[in-house]
């Protein structure tokens, strides 16, 4: 069999297959999963830049804190969607 004979028959198969090929707990896992990363992603800028400001002003702790944990209510979100669906 050759290759493009195999590749054909392969084909063929993923057309008979009864169903979705990715059921609803690997779509909700793979959702939750971007978005997890997706935070982390934009919490390692926001994060230096919060130390930094913090490192010449005591008063900025609280914004800092607050812009740190702003990426991370995306997962939570994402969890909450997941639930809901």
């Known amino acids: 069999m050759s290759g493009l004979e195999l590749a054909a028959d392969v084909a063929l198969q993923a057309e008979q297959a009864a169903g979705p090929t990715l059921e609803n707990a ?3 896992a793979i959702a939750v999963g971007l978005a997890a990363l997706a935070a982390g992603y934009a919490e390692r800028g ?11 002003d005591d008063d900025m702790f609280v914004p800092g804190l ?3 944990v702003l990426p ?3 997962v939570i979100l994402a969890l909450v969607v997941v639930f809901i669906v």
Do not use: C, D, P
């Open 26 to 28: 690997g779509a909700a």
């Open 72 to 74: 991370e209510t995306l």
């Open 46 to 56: 926001i994060g230096a830049a919060a130390v930094g400001a913090i490192a010449e």
């Open 66 to 68: 607050i812009m740190t």
